[in-house]
């Protein structure tokens, strides 16, 4: 650490580096806070939880007993002893007019600020709440139950919420007409996860009870990738395939051949966007009934058929550069997957065990070198690159089933099955450490100084703006 200090002061090592290397250092010593401790009003399991991305202060919190919550973690209702407690400054549960029935899968704030926030439940509805009255301003119905929610923290130009539940379509829900937009259809069973893009509003990505993990632009039908977990090229865009280079090669041909109008023969058709047109392979129309999928123009069917996890994605979440695409599924497994090319990274997270009957809510440290992921009673850091576990946290005592990683305060919160939100903070021994040495250090100057005069210099050369002692006049 001093050397850290002196290379900052020197101009070698840049602030931002230094802030990050002091983040990583309190991340990487988290255990349960013994200073902070969050009072649950929930008579169920926690199954999602969420700090505001606007001023990271409250903490919203959904369960099982159709209950949301919310809390202020900078500022404590009451004390005991060393410990802060926070109690929620309101919840809303079945009693209220507008609450769900039955369990809340997924509680997020509206990213722009906090003045909405969003509950999914298996009443197979949406609400979309005004936080100041405590109202439901916006509902939405929906088909099936209600397995997760997502906004995207990039938006400009929409205000969809992304909606999986057990059917087959995904659904994106416009709070600014309170109607759906459209729905997006290719899986082939329950939707369980989704999550935005961190690098475009436009991109959605969902993982189904049939194990894939599809991209979809919202702007056009169809998906345009399926990550396959077979496909392990890192760092390379997929090669095209020799069947597809092969089709390419004879159908230029075959036009070359046909002479220069042969162009201008083929009938052409509209596309679904109506603003462009493609030829057609045959001038015949599709057979009436037909319940065939249309299937996106860059995706082969073999490709539509590819399979990220054996069993349900239980879990997605994009890296903060966006580059990268961490998925959990009921075979126990986690993935670390490259957005840009599609491919597994084939990274070995080491032996774990994750719920399979429920979505579970994944988490990154802010420099994404940490991955935190449920494990049954525990929660597990990973190392992002190599797999190895980092940190156990153990505190709960039933199984974890959300956690969010507070960027500002470097603190986890989790939610588990036994009705409690645990605080996970740096060690304070550390940083108690730190200052006593800090201390001794400056004693020590102090002492072996002739005058106060060499003392006081002394002081305002460790601590430049703390003047512990007056020179003699």
Same mark, same amino acid.
């Given at each position: 650490?001093?050397?850290?200090?002196?290379?900052?002061?020197?101009?070698?090592?840049?602030?931002?580096?230094?802030?990050?290397?002091?983040?990583?250092?309190?991340?990487?010593?988290?255990?349960?806070?013994?200073?902070?401790?969050?009072?649950?009003?929930?008579?169920?399991?926690?199954?999602?939880?969420?700090?505001?991305?606007?001023?990271?202060?409250?903490?919203?919190?959904?369960?099982?007993?159709?209950?949301?919550?919310?809390?202020?973690?900078?500022?404590?209702?009451?004390?005991?002893?060393?410990?802060?407690?926070?109690?929620?400054?309101?919840?809303?549960?079945?009693?209220?007019?507008?609450?769900?029935?039955?369990?809340?899968?997924?509680?997020?704030?509206?990213?722009?600020?906090?003045?909405?926030?969003?509950?999914? &439940?298996?009443?197979? /509805?949406?609400?979309?709440?005004?936080? +100041?009255? $405590?109202?439901?301003?916006?509902?939405? %119905? #929906? !088909?099936?139950?209600?397995?997760?929610?997502?906004?995207?923290?990039?938006?400009?130009?929409?205000?969809?919420?992304?909606?999986?539940?057990?059917?087959?379509?995904?659904?994106?829900?416009?709070?600014?007409?309170?109607?759906?937009?459209?729905?997006?259809?290719?899986?082939?069973?329950?939707?369980?996860?989704?999550?935005?893009?961190?690098?475009?509003?436009?991109?959605?990505?969902?993982?189904?009870?049939?194990?894939?993990?599809?991209?979809?632009?919202?702007?056009?039908?169809?998906?345009?990738?399926?990550?396959?977990?077979?496909?392990?090229?890192?760092?390379?865009?997929?090669?095209?395939?020799?069947?597809?280079?092969?089709?390419?090669?004879?159908?230029?041909?075959?036009?070359?051949?046909?002479?220069?109008?042969?162009? &201008?023969?083929?009938? /052409?058709?509209?596309?679904?966007?109506? +603003?462009? $047109?493609?030829?057609?392979?045959?001038? %015949? #129309? !599709?057979?009436?009934?037909?319940?065939?999928?249309?299937?996106?123009?860059?995706?082969?069917?073999?490709?539509?058929?590819?399979?990220?996890?054996?069993?349900?994605?239980?879990?997605?979440?994009?890296?903060?550069?966006?580059?990268?695409?961490?998925?959990?599924?009921?075979?126990?497994?986690?993935?670390?997957?490259?957005?840009?090319?599609?491919?597994?990274?084939?990274?070995?997270?080491?032996?774990?065990?994750?719920?399979?009957?429920?979505?579970?809510?994944?988490?990154?440290?802010?420099?994404?070198?940490?991955?935190?992921?449920?494990?049954?009673?525990?929660?597990?850091?990973?190392?992002?690159?190599?797999?190895?576990?980092?940190?156990?946290?153990?505190?709960?005592?039933?199984?974890?089933?959300?956690?969010?990683?507070?960027?500002?305060?470097?603190?986890?919160?989790?939610?588990?099955?036994?009705?409690?939100?645990?605080?996970?903070?740096?060690?304070?021994?550390?940083?108690?450490?730190?200052?006593?040495?800090?201390?001794?250090?400056?004693?020590?100057?102090?002492?072996?100084?002739?005058?106060?005069?060499?003392?006081?210099?002394?002081?305002?050369?460790?601590?430049?703006?703390?003047?512990?002692?007056?020179?003699?006049?």
């Amino acid at each position: 650490m001093w050397k850290d200090i002196r290379d900052r002061e020197a101009g070698k090592l840049r602030p931002n580096s230094f802030a990050n290397r002091v983040k990583s250092d309190r991340t990487s010593s988290l255990q349960l806070s013994n200073h902070k401790d969050i009072v649950s009003p929930h008579r169920g399991s926690v199954n999602s939880l969420q700090v505001d991305l606007t001023e990271g202060r409250y903490l919203l919190s959904g369960a099982s007993d159709a209950s949301a919550a919310v809390f202020d973690i900078q500022r404590a209702t009451h004390s005991e002893g060393l410990i802060a407690k926070h109690q929620c400054i309101f919840a809303v549960d079945k009693q209220h007019e507008h609450g769900h029935k039955y369990a809340i899968s997924s509680a997020i704030w509206y990213p722009v600020d906090t003045g909405l926030f969003v509950t999914g &439940s298996f009443d197979h /509805h949406i609400n979309v709440w005004d936080t +100041n009255t $405590t109202q439901v301003v916006v509902n939405f %119905k #929906l !088909p099936g139950k209600v397995y997760r929610t997502a906004m995207s923290s990039l938006a400009t130009s929409h205000m969809l919420i992304a909606a999986g539940t057990e059917d087959v379509q995904v659904r994106l829900c416009d709070i600014s007409s309170g109607a759906f937009s459209h729905t997006l259809s290719g899986h082939r069973d329950g939707v369980m996860s989704v999550e935005w893009s961190a690098s475009s509003e436009w991109v959605l990505i969902t993982g189904g009870c049939d194990g894939a993990i599809r991209f979809w632009d919202i702007r056009r039908a169809g998906c345009f990738r399926v990550l396959d977990q077979s496909q392990s090229q890192l760092g390379r865009r997929p090669p095209i395939s020799g069947w597809t280079a092969n089709k390419l090669s004879t159908s230029k041909s075959l036009l070359a051949s046909q002479g220069p109008n042969m162009k &201008s023969r083929i009938p /052409h058709k509209k596309l679904g966007n109506g +603003n462009a $047109t493609k030829p057609s392979s045959t001038g %015949k #129309l !599709p057979a009436k009934g037909s319940t065939r999928q249309r299937l996106h123009p860059g995706l082969l069917s073999g490709q539509d058929r590819s399979v990220s996890h054996y069993g349900a994605v239980t879990g997605l979440k994009v890296t903060g550069d966006g580059m990268y695409l961490l998925s959990a599924g009921s075979d126990s497994r986690l993935k670390l997957w490259d957005v840009e090319s599609g491919c597994n990274t084939l990274v070995n997270f080491e032996t774990m065990r994750l719920q399979t009957n429920k979505p579970l809510q994944l988490a990154t440290s802010q420099d994404s070198s940490l991955v935190f992921a449920p494990c049954m009673a525990t929660v597990k850091a990973f190392d992002m690159w190599t797999g190895k576990t980092s940190l156990t946290l153990s505190g709960h005592y039933e199984g974890v089933n959300c956690c969010w990683y507070n960027f500002p305060d470097q603190e986890l919160y989790t939610g588990g099955n036994d009705r409690q939100i645990l605080v996970w903070s740096p060690s304070r021994n550390s940083t108690e450490l730190w200052t006593r040495r800090i201390g001794n250090r400056l004693q020590t100057r102090i002492t072996g100084a002739t005058d106060c005069r060499q003392q006081g210099s002394l002081v305002s050369m460790v601590i430049p703006t703390t003047r512990l002692c007056s020179p003699c006049t």
